[in-house]
């Protein structure tokens, strides 16, 4: 009876130990991206995400599938598939906390204000 409450209690924290824990931003504009840590499923790996369009650039960071790693997509207009508006190439890593510091402390208002800016723009430009 030990021996599998053993086999149970060790397979229980080997399964639990295979999540990663990384930082996540949404959406980030130049170096200031508000983030938070998260726990990646099983199969998923830590990412960091750059990209942009003319001057703006923008960062992400979270969990990804490990088949969606270190590739470059367009991001679209919502609702269509042919107007791009930024590339983004996610790069992933396995490591706990390895997809970069977390943001600037203080700067999750600045953060959010230009978050507040984009959205606008984008909103402006879709009309």
Do not use: H
Not at 48 to 64: F, P
Not at 82 to 105: D, F, Q, R, S
């Amino acid at each position: 009876m030990n021996r599998i409450v053993f086999v149970f209690v060790a397979g229980l924290a080997f399964a639990v130990g295979q999540n990663l824990e990384c930082y996540k931003c949404s959406i980030g504009l130049w170096n200031l991206c508000l983030t938070t840590k998260t726990m990646c499923n099983v199969g998923e790996r830590c990412f960091s995400g750059e990209g942009g369009t003319g001057d703006v650039k923008i960062k992400m960071k979270g969990c990804l599938e490990v088949a969606k790693c270190n590739q470059t997509e367009n991001v679209n207009l919502p609702g269509t598939s042919n107007t791009t508006i930024y590339k983004m190439t996610k790069t992933c890593c396995n490591t706990n906390l390895c997809n970069a510091a977390p943001g600037l402390p203080g700067a999750s208002a600045l953060s959010l204000a230009a978050v507040a800016m984009f959205s606008l723009l984008a909103a402006n430009f879709m009309v």
